[in-house]
């Protein structure tokens, strides 16, 4: 029997070692010619196949469901059932594993993530996956060093320093604690002193300004190396009873690391960043704030967090760090008197990665903007950009002048888009459905939003030729068809996830939202109202919901091996660099997103346009 079977491929990933030995016992080594029908529909399958060499296209009908290949297996859905419901076609020669249907179902019986990732639907996998990676979570956590935290910058004054002056100290700079420099002593040492030591001096009734810390100092240092383990830091901690340690490089002082920070840290840090960015002064801090968000995402994401609780936060610390530096440049008359919105990805909540710039600006009526607003405007976008949140190719931000205006003048734009549509109004129209309030008075953004629902027309030619954008960038079952191909080591293999599965389910979803003016902004709170108003089955909008998550895990993931190889974000996912868990996984959501364009299609008569 063959011992070179891949273990290492989902779902065979999860067997124990006797398992494994279970299908080395029986498997045998099968070869297809190109064009074989391997699995007819209706046919009752007496193995589970696994394949080693070429391709194996799945039909439904006449139409291409997917495509498999090295190290995919199929069908073990129809194992279950006891029959096949689509036709499997070797298109090019095919070298597969076959494993006994009895062996499979022993399998199922004795290993629960096996059968959950080999037959189950979406929902169920992402569930068994799940329950894999929070296995892992407290292992990658373990293994993070004390660098990789957040260090609060050190304070020292000197021993002789008065407990007055040192106050003032904790005041400016926001801290609980300084290092004491105590040079006077043989040899020169390094001590602490705390906000709780504080109530000691208090209590010794000596004048705070004649009372020097080196008094009142704890020489006794406990520190740590930046190179420690995390959890080593909180370990020691707790041991000492103390609430922060000192770190160090060498002999230098690195930084303070307390508590707090550490259990952010074991958590997400996102709280902490956003602390920094709410104490910013200067557009170089926030800078220093936004360049400790991506390595905020990739530590979630290596500990096993869920997508899209990271996006949730991704989207509050971008709002956050949006509206203070808006703050810092536009003039307080400015900032008060109209509402600075995000839009597209950013607005509905479901970006990760710094992506492009989508923003505009609205005002009240009756305000009249300074005349120096382009230059604000300018500096805002280029401050953004600077934190890497690169400009608009569309130019879609507040320093052009088609996205800042004044209430009326932007309800009349909006009303334009909807009721007298062409091509870049109708895309105008998507980006502005997704529009968030970051800052300033988010009243003036609400009143133009309601405006537009409440003149969203019933008329279906005008919602077929906003749905029919679903469409705009081809069709994901030609991309499968282009896997194929993919045969020399140069061959095009990166996939548009964004075109390919992200957009269409993000519009077809904004789609039948606009349809029954519902007001979410987010895709997940459109779903969960679309279903509530009748118009997608409970079924529907969950696969909807989780296909969106597999598509913004499996772009992210793309996102981050660019970023670690010092590539920039391209969006683009090479399929042969995912693993057999993801690559299934994105079959299936991309399955998915054809047939929910196969409903979209009916429901707006799109085949008439």
Known sequence: MPNAFNFSASPFDCLTQVEQRLVQDNIDVAYFPKGEVILDVGAAPTHLFVIIKGHVTQFDGAEIVTVYGPDDCFDGRALVAGKSSSRFVAAEEVVAYELARQTVKDLIAANATFGALLFSDLGQK???????????????????????????????????????????????????????????????????????????????????????????????????????????????????????????????????????????????????????????????????????????????????????????????????????????IAPPELAAASCLFVMGSEGRGEQLLKTDQDNGLVWRDD??????????????????????????????????????????????????????????????????????????????????????????????????????????????????????ELAGADAERRMNLKKEGIFPLVHGVRSLALAHRLRPQSTADRIQALQAAGELSAQTARELTESLGVFMDVRLQAGLAELDKGRPVSGAVDVHELSSADRDLLKDALGVVRRFKTQLRHRFKLSAL
């Open 126 to 328: 992402l569930s068994a996956l799940g329950e894999r990676r929070h296995q892992n979570e407290l292992i990658a956590l373990n293994t993070a060093r004390v660098d990789q935290a957040f260090l609060r910058p050190v304070q020292v004054v000197d021993a002789e320093t008065d407990i007055v002056s040192v106050v003032r100290v904790f005041h400016d700079k926001k801290t609980s604690n300084v290092l004491v420099r105590d040079s006077r002593s043989d040899p020169p040492r390094l001590g602490i002193f705390t906000a709780t030591a504080l109530h000691k001096a208090v209590l010794r009734g000596t004048p705070l300004d004649q009372l020097p810390v080196g008094l009142l100092a704890n020489y006794q240092l406990i520190t740590v190396q930046a190179g420690d383990q995390v959890g080593d830091a909180l370990a020691l901690m707790l041991r000492h009873a103390i609430h922060r340690v000192v770190v160090m490089d060498g002999d230098a002082v690195r930084g303070v690391l307390e508590s707090l920070d550490v259990f952010a840290f074991l958590s997400n840090h996102s709280h902490l960043i956003g602390m920094q960015i709410d104490a910013a002064h200067t557009l170089d801090e926030l800078a220093d704030a936004a360049g400790r968000i991506t390595p905020m995402i990739a530590r979630m994401v290596r500990s096993g967090t869920r997508v899209p609780l990271v996006a949730t936060m991704v989207r509050d610390l971008n709002a956050r760090l949006f509206a203070r530096t808006w703050a810092l």
């Open 367 to 484: 305000y009249a903007p300074p005349d120096d607003l382009q230059a604000i405007c300018d500096r805002f976008s280029a401050a953004l950009a600077s934190f890497g949140y690169p400009e608009c190719p569309g130019r879609i931000m507040v320093n052009n002048p088609a996205w800042r205006m004044s209430a009326s003048d932007f309800a009349r734009t909006a009303r334009r888009w909807l009721l007298m549509p062409d091509a870049d109004g109708l895309m105008n129209l998507a980006i502005f459905l997704d529009a968030h309030a970051v800052a300033g008075d988010a009243r003036l953004l609400d009143g133009v939003r309601e405006g537009l629902m409440a003149l969203a027309t019933d008329n279906d030619a005008t919602l077929a030729r906003f749905a029919a954008a679903i469409d705009a960038f081809g069709s994901s079952d030609g991309w499968w068809n282009r896997v194929l």
